[in-house]
């Protein structure tokens, strides 16, 4: 060996391994793959309800929209209620006593739907707050609808509430002092966008009693111009 000559290291001993015939594959009890496989069906179940539910909502909407009605005097559009139509001869200003807009129940029948800008020819505009002028519309329209005397009941208010509007409704029977005359039904809805207000009065009776579920979503349809 010459000087300064460095010998080689010696390899390293290879270290001992895991026995891999004594490792075995990670099992799952069936009542754990029962589990996984219910749950993914619920969560496949769960995301084709939402899509259906979402399909449902547009073409309800759509639906509702090809029966939205304008009207440029009164300023607004609406969606007219199923089973409602204008007023023939009657859908304008110039022909009512209030309001723009009359709607009639298809195919005739008792009851009438009016709607309007309220501005200062109705005393209800004098009221700021809507729930107080939605009342006050109400009580005007049956005093000059039903003047027979009788007595006010059931009376309710609730708020609504819009894509484009929000506002109160006001609802009440009219108990009439004649046995022989049905009870009368006025609806009223005050709402507003901005500075600018509309109302729904809603005439009806015990034979062509006021669908308050309709006449909400009627007023809460309405869409400034």
Request: net charge negative.
């Given at each position: 060996?010459?000087?300064?000559?460095?010998?080689?290291?010696?390899?390293?001993?290879?270290?001992?391994?895991?026995?891999?015939?004594?490792?075995?594959?990670?099992?799952?009890?069936?009542?754990?793959?029962?589990?996984?496989?219910?749950?993914?069906?619920?969560?496949?179940?769960?995301?084709?309800?939402?899509?259906?539910?979402?399909?449902?909502?547009?073409?309800?909407?759509?639906?509702?929209?090809?029966?939205?009605?304008?009207?440029?005097?009164?300023?607004?559009?609406?969606?007219?209620?199923?089973?409602?139509?204008?007023?023939?001869?009657?859908?304008?200003?110039?022909?009512?006593?209030?309001?723009?807009?009359?709607?009639q129940?298809?195919?005739?029948?008792?009851?009438?739907?009016?709607?309007?800008?309220l501005?200062?020819?109705?005393?209800?505009?004098?009221?700021?707050?809507?729930?107080?002028?939605?009342?006050?519309?109400?009580?005007?329209?049956?005093?000059?609808?039903?003047?027979?005397?009788?007595?006010?009941?059931?009376?309710?208010?609730?708020?609504?509430?819009?894509?484009?509007?929000a506002?109160?409704?006001?609802?009440?029977?009219?108990?009439?002092?004649?046995?022989?005359?049905?009870?009368?039904?006025?609806?009223?809805?005050?709402?507003?966008?901005?500075?600018?207000?509309?109302?729904?009065?809603?005439?009806g009776?015990?034979?062509?009693?006021?669908?308050?579920?309709?006449?909400?979503?009627?007023?809460?349809?309405?869409?400034?111009?």
């Amino acid at each position: 060996m010459e000087p300064n000559q460095v010998w080689p290291p010696e390899p390293a001993a290879a270290l001992p391994g895991p026995d891999v015939s004594e490792i075995s594959e990670p099992t799952v009890s069936p009542r754990i793959a029962r589990g996984v496989i219910a749950l993914c069906v619920v969560a496949l179940v769960a995301s084709l309800a939402g899509i259906g539910y979402s399909a449902f909502l547009q073409l309800r909407r759509s639906h509702a929209e090809a029966n939205r009605t304008v009207s440029r005097a009164a300023g607004l559009s609406f969606v007219t209620p199923d089973g409602w139509q204008l007023m023939p001869q009657e859908s304008d200003d110039e022909h009512l006593v209030f309001g723009q807009v009359a709607l009639q129940r298809s195919g005739g029948g008792d009851g009438m739907i009016l709607l309007g800008k309220l501005d200062r020819s109705l005393f209800a505009a004098a009221e700021s707050d809507d729930t107080r002028a939605a009342c006050a519309l109400g009580s005007g329209m049956g005093e000059f609808f039903f003047p027979d005397s009788g007595k006010r009941v059931d009376t309710e208010t609730l708020d609504l509430e819009g894509r484009e509007v929000a506002g109160e409704s006001c609802f009440y029977r009219i108990s009439f002092d004649t046995a022989s005359s049905p009870e009368a039904e006025i609806y009223s809805a005050v709402v507003q966008s901005g500075d600018r207000r509309w109302w729904v009065s809603w005439i009806g009776d015990a034979k062509a009693p006021v669908d308050k579920a309709a006449a909400e979503q009627l007023a809460e349809s309405i869409r400034p111009l």
